[in-house]
């Protein structure tokens, strides 16, 4: 069984979660060797290389200094490649454990919590902290947790029996674009580093991946319950998030400062849906389904 504290084993979080996307990290390691390598080939035999430059440059002092040049471009490449990885090894467990921690930490009272939602729940990480939560706090609550893929959903549930939560667990295969729950069904609704793939096939940066994007926030807020809370940590596009969620008129949106995940810059967003929407003179009634 897991520990519930906060700290945790970088060893005991792989055991239990292993790792997605193993290949990027395997891709990020063979390069930076390979560019180590390259970068000890410069420094012991710099002579030959100095040599090789001098037949295709005009002068000796340019030949030295496409040597040199090409040599420190190698060495800071493979430094970068090793500090990419570690990142990436780091954003793949610790650091996905102890935002889910700080999610966890953004609703104040679990114990009221009936049904909460992960969006995306992928090993499960997010999962089963909600789950220790809602088992520390003494609740009757449970979280469902869902993905796109079946073999995905039925991995989690073996890391929630491991972490000895699997009674306040659920997984459902489903389509994160058109949520298969009824409006205002979960007390709380959270989701990490999983909206940004979604549109992926049409390229990050363009409109129809925004779209999808931001179809899957509406749903978010759609399934929320009227003074239920979302929490949202992602990468890349947060500033649409977040004004997504002010065009749908959600409350007390917050965000968090940037962490460095996956190499890029994250944010935690978080709000809270209002008790009742009014809608009043001039004003559109707004459509949750999006």
Known sequence: MGKSNSSRDWAQIYAIYG??????????LCHAVFFSLLSFIFLFYFGPIFHFFQTILPSPSAARFAAGFS??????????????AANFFYSAGPLHYEMAQRMVGSVYDWSTVKLALDVGCGRGILL??????????????????????????????R????????EYVTCKEGDVRSLPFRDNYFDVVVSAVFVHTVGKEYG?????AAAERVRVLGEMVRVLKPGGVGVVWDLLHVPEYVRR??????EDIGVSESVTAFMVSSHMVSFRKPNQHIV???????DWRC
């Open 19 to 28: 790792m997605n996307q193993w290949q990027t990290l395997v891709f990020l």
């Open 245 to 250: 969620l002010q065009e749908l008129k959600m």
């Open 280 to 286: 009043g003179p001039g004003e559109v009634r707004l």
């Open 204 to 208: 990050h940066r363009t409109v129809e």
């Open 159 to 166: 890391t929630a029996n491991i972490e000895g939560v699997g």
């Open 128 to 157: 089963n902290s909600v789950a220790t939560q809602l088992k520390k706090a003494g609740s009757s609550g449970r979280v469902v947790g869902l993905d796109r893929s079946k073999r995905t959903t039925l991995s989690t549930l």
């Open 71 to 84: 040599g420190a471009v190698t060495s800071i490449s493979a430094v970068c490649l090793f500090l990419a």
